[in-house]
């Protein structure tokens, strides 16, 4: 039982690259979320699902698009990388959306130069 | 905008002392209250959570809710060095979202 896991851990793009990361849960929860975490800001959510097959915008979602591929899988796409996605970025998941415990995936470290 | 603010720290304490960590939050209708705690370059795990007004408690944790006033604390007695971390308070908002103070910083001083 994994867990949350998150691909890659780290990735380094340059401005105008494209790149997707990938999260999957083994735990069979409904609810899964991406959030970024930048010193001093803490965790902000970007983008979630809370049931497979409905994907809503966080509190930053400019720049990016998410697939809930199945209930499994849930990725985050930038499409054009800028400096200012330079974060750390964690994926989470939940039985039920806004009220249970969210797990977290170890985090994905993205630079974009 | 929805809030939970929490004091950045750090928040040093000796060995073996109660560590209090406060939080406050702006939203009335948030329901869940969850502390995590989450060491330098990983990620966040949970060590409360808080449901109903009044304390519940954990091993060495007690987390304490009350409504009334928007405020959630997280006590830690007989504090580890182990125990130095950011702690994160988290509350939900609305049908579907949590909100996330930027955590406070906690040094246990051996």
């Known amino acids: 039982n994994a867990g949350v896991t998150q691909t890659p851990k780290f990735q380094v793009l340059k401005t105008g690259q494209s790149m997707t990361l990938q999260c999957a849960q083994d735990m069979n929860h409904n609810s899964m979320y991406w959030y970024r975490q930048d010193p001093g800001m803490g965790l902000r959510l970007i983008y979630y699902s809370a049931s497979e097959g409905t994907t809503d915008k966080g509190e930053v979602p400019n720049g990016y698009n998410v697939s809930r591929l199945n209930k499994r899988e849930f990725s985050l796409r930038l499409e054009s990388a800028a400096p200012s996605q330079t974060s750390v970025y964690f994926c989470?998941?939940?039985?039920?959306?806004?009220?249970?415990?969210?797990?977290f995936g170890p985090g994905t470290r993205l630079l974009v130069l | 905008q929805k809030e939970v603010e929490q004091n950045s720290g750090p928040l040093s304490v000796p060995e073996g002392a109660i560590a209090s960590l406060n939080c406050t939050y702006s939203d009335r209708g948030s329901q869940s209250f969850f502390w995590y705690r989450q060491y330098s370059g990983k990620s966040p795990e949970l060590i409360m959570s808080?449901?109903?007004?009044g304390d519940k408690e954990d091993g060495r944790f007690t987390a304490q809710l009350n409504k009334a006033s928007q405020y959630v604390s997280l006590l830690i007695r007989d504090s580890q060095p182990s125990d130095s971390a950011t702690y994160l308070c988290a509350a939900t908002s609305g049908t579907y979202k949590y909100i996330f103070g930027t955590g406070t910083r906690l040094k246990v001083l051996a």
């Open positions: 808080i449901y109903s007004n």
């Open positions: 989470a998941s939940s039985e039920r959306p806004g009220q249970e415990t969210q797990y």
